[in-house]
């Protein structure tokens, strides 16, 4: 069975960093895009970044451009998102996602594996 599992999220003051992480058990998932997104309340997921398999290709959202960086580590089947300078509108649940392929893709329906997702608020 598919399982991503995120960690790292919690509450940061404004400026704060906090770098999440997300495990990935069940199969490899080497040979596919990963991505982060997000959902704030009453507000839709939104996409935030998307690594590509070897880590060559990278996406953000122009929200996330310059403060956000992600990364992975096929041999741990982990990705991560280091979030610097945090803002409270930064402030949902951030949720990671396997893509269906290899390419870049920013849209929730080209995912098909979720995490439960980890809370992250930031404080003004």
């Known amino acids: 069975q598919v399982q991503l599992v995120e960690s790292g999220g919690g509450l940061v003051q404004a400026g704060g960093s906090l770098r999440l992480s997300c495990a990935a058990s069940?199969?490899?998932?080497?040979?596919?895009?990963m991505g982060w997104f997000r959902q704030a309340p009453g507000k839709e997921r939104e996409f935030v970044a998307a690594i590509s398999w070897s880590g060559a290709y990278r996406d953000y959202a122009d929200s996330a451009k310059g403060r956000f960086t992600i990364s992975r580590d096929n041999a741990k089947n982990t990705v991560y998102l280091q979030m610097d300078n945090l803002k409270p509108e930064d402030t949902a649940v951030y949720s990671c996602?396997?893509?269906?392929?290899?390419?870049?893709?920013?849209?929730?329906?080209?995912?098909?594996?979720w995490g439960q997702g980890t809370q992250v608020t930031v404080s003004s």
């Open positions: 069940g199969r490899t998932f080497s040979s596919y895009t």
């Open positions: 996602a396997v893509a269906r392929g290899s390419r870049i893709y920013t849209g929730v329906r080209e995912y098909d594996y």
